[in-house]
């Protein structure tokens, strides 16, 4: 992994914690090294919600004063450590009779071993220059030497972020600042960091959701949602699918009772452990969630002779399955969660539905909002099934087949 360092900066409650955890999604080892000591009741309460905020798949150190010294002992452990935070540290170090040049030694000595490190440096600040300047000298004098290293850690680090009322504004960047320029050496088409960050995120945060809450849905929101939808690709540019939108209670409590029924013959299938299981999991949310949206393929659509359809006549269906996908990322961005209800009766959903006979429903899927978002899928979580490693997914020109000039490569080996 090659070494990154980002600064984010910003006023206070301005979202900069939270900014730092979400560019840390992507990577496995994460490490968090706080500065901030429980001196009273307030402090000890922001402590402990931060930490319910990060989850157990962070590891977290407690250093107020030797920051540097941890990030070194710990240069192998981690891909992505967030120091939270630098006002935090200068201020304990104050407190324990460090002047301005003592200070500034030991950050460029931090600003050195953030440099060295093979991860993702993220380092918080406070911007405590925009207010009124204090009436004391040793709080103005706290205030400058704030600022300084502000300015240091800025001019040194490879990003610089200021939070905005909790919007990342990239003030500088790898690419000499302009968050859109691409770097020479990749492809000209190549997403900013910040726009590929918030791609992947929707990506590794998308959730098959079964618990709703009863909040509306936007109809500009869902419009947004379904218009990203209709933009996925198509063979022969068919454009196969429909999308019915159903909020009517009476029809909802029809495709209810479709899936008990199913269901139940479903649990059949497995046994002892197995069934018990499967019986705990809740696997619909069809009345809870706001929207219904049923996803059907019209297999006639532009007639029988489709360009790219001859051979693989179900390609319409592979369209629409794309449609869907889109739909579930573009809803995951906007906020909005999304559960695919598979255990149905499309026999039943289609005369419930009055859908015709040429058309195949695709995805029944429940559309709402929820009180928090899976950290891990449902099944994962229930113990039902692992996610499989990628790496024994893939084969090289032939199946089972082993890599000879090419080797695809994935974070972890380019951490070693």
Request: with cysteine.
């Amino acid at each position: 992994m090659s070494n990154k360092t980002t600064l984010v900066t910003g006023g206070s409650r301005s979202g900069k914690s939270r900014h730092a955890l979400e560019m840390s999604q992507l990577y496995k080892r994460k490490y968090f090294l706080a500065t901030a000591q429980p001196l009273d009741e307030e402090m000890q309460e922001r402590i402990n919600r931060h930490q319910a905020e990060r989850g157990q798949d962070w590891v977290t150190l407690e250093e107020p004063l030797n920051v540097t010294e941890i990030l070194e002992e710990n240069a192998n452990q981690y891909e992505v450590l967030v120091l939270d935070c630098v006002t935090l540290w200068l201020s304990n170090l104050i407190m324990k009779g460090a002047d301005r040049e003592a200070i500034l030694s030991k950050l460029h000595s931090f600003i050195a071993a953030c440099k060295k490190s093979q991860g993702h440096i993220i380092v918080i600040t406070n911007e405590l220059g925009s207010g009124i300047i204090p009436m004391e000298a040793s709080v103005r004098s706290f205030r400058d030497v704030a600022g300084e290293a502000n300015q240091i850690l800025a001019a040194e680090f490879d990003e610089v972020v200021n939070m905005v009322s909790g919007i990342p504004v990239v003030i500088k960047s790898p690419d000499q600042g302009n968050n859109d320029k691409l770097k020479l050496a990749d492809s000209e088409h190549e997403f900013s960091p910040q726009k590929k960050q918030g791609l992947y995120e929707a990506i590794y945060k998308r959730r098959d959701i079964r618990h709703f809450n009863s909040k509306k849905i936007d109809p500009a929101t869902l419009g947004r949602v379904l218009d990203a939808a209709h933009h996925a690709g198509s063979v022969g540019y068919m454009q196969p699918w429909n999308f019915m939108i159903i909020d009517d209670p009476q029809i909802k409590s029809k495709v209810a009772g479709n899936f008990k029924k199913a269901n139940e013959q479903a649990a059949q299938k497995f046994s002892d452990e197995r069934q018990d299981l499967y019986n705990s999991l809740k696997l619909e949310g069809i009345e809870d969630a706001a929207i219904n949206i049923c996803v059907t393929c019209d297999r006639n659509r532009f007639g029988p002779n489709v360009l790219g359809r001859n051979t693989v006549v179900d390609t319409d269906i592979f369209s629409t399955c794309c449609a869907v996908q889109n739909l579930w990322l573009a809803a995951r961005a906007e906020g909005l969660a999304v559960g695919w209800v598979s255990i149905l009766s499309y026999d039943q959903l289609k005369e419930d539905l009055d859908i015709p006979d040429h058309v195949q429903p695709v995805a029944y899927l429940c559309i709402g909002h929820t009180e928090a978002f899976y950290k891990k899928p449902m099944l994962e979580t229930k113990g039902w099934a692992k996610r499989l490693p990628v790496e024994k997914l893939i084969s090289y020109n032939k199946w089972e087949g082993q890599p000879e000039n090419f080797k695809v490569l994935f974070e972890k080996d380019l951490s070693k």
